[in-house]
């Protein structure tokens, strides 16, 4: 095992191309991402059942280098004080198979 960032980035699922585009120009290209996630934040109740996809947010969650973790919160901060959102930074071990 070796260390590791997890990052977990919750926000407009509109906005999750730009915030992939992002992480991909900070050389993180792995991720996972679920759509239509339900939750209660600054911004009110979020069902997920929006037709139109205009009011859904999406969960994504991808790791990184601990020397990355400055350069890519600098980027995603200020997607997320545009659209609204979080972003998560955990300590993690990775488990290579």
Not at 42 to 68: H, V
């Amino acid at each position: 095992m070796r260390p590791i960032k997890r990052v977990e980035i919750i926000t407009d699922s509109v906005e999750m191309t730009h915030v992939i585009r992002v992480l991909e120009q900070q050389g993180v290209s792995g991720y996972t991402l679920i759509d239509s996630v339900v939750g209660r934040g600054e911004r009110g109740m979020r069902r997920g059942d929006d037709p139109s996809g205009a009011f859904q947010n999406s969960y994504l969650i991808t790791t990184c280098e601990p020397e990355q973790i400055e350069a890519l919160v600098a980027v995603i901060r200020p997607i997320l004080q545009r659209r609204g959102g979080i972003c998560l930074v955990t300590d993690s071990w990775w488990l290579r198979h």
